[in-house]
């Protein structure tokens, strides 16, 4: 029996079409060993609007910054809400011993090892 938390269906309205596509294949998948207990109807109604809020809004702000332009005149949709300058490129904190061993893992994973 597989019991989702509310924020499972609430990021529902968060997902691109094609992750929320797969999430509604998985969750039909289980058919009735899937079990939404009233309490997540509940939040999941009670906090739906706001969401959709939140989703709007992100929505509208990331197109607001794709349409601004840069210092060299064209849209950077590649560093929407990262810091920029020195914080960016790292020189706003000394280097961590375990950046290296963490970017590593992660390439790892990426290949499948």
Same mark, same amino acid.
């Given at each position: ?6 924020? #499972?269906?609430?990021? +529902?309205?968060?997902?691109? /079409?094609?992750? *929320?596509?797969? @999430?509604? =294949?998985?969750?039909?998948? +289980?058919?009735?060993?899937?079990? %939404?207990?009233?309490? #997540? #109807? ?8 706001? %969401?959709?809020? /939140? ?9 607001? /910054? ?7 005149? =064209?849209?950077?949709?590649?560093? @929407? ?6 914080? *960016?490129? $790292? ?13 590593? $893992?992660? /390439? ?6």
């Amino acid at each position: 029996m597989v019991a989702p938390d509310a924020n #499972v269906l609430l990021n +529902l309205y968060r997902y691109t /079409e094609q992750a *929320r596509t797969d @999430l509604l =294949g998985a969750l039909g998948a +289980l058919g009735d060993r899937l079990w %939404v207990p009233h309490q #997540v #109807v509940d939040e999941f109604w009670r906090n739906r609007e706001s %969401v959709i809020s /939140e989703a709007r809004s992100t929505s509208k702000n990331a197109s607001q /910054e794709m349409s601004r332009p840069r210092r060299d005149g =064209g849209a950077d949709p590649t560093h @929407l809400g990262q810091p920029s300058g020195p914080e *960016r490129r $790292g020189l706003g904190r000394p280097p961590r011993p375990a950046d290296g061993c963490l970017r590593r $893992g992660a /390439e790892e994973d990426h290949r499948g090892r």
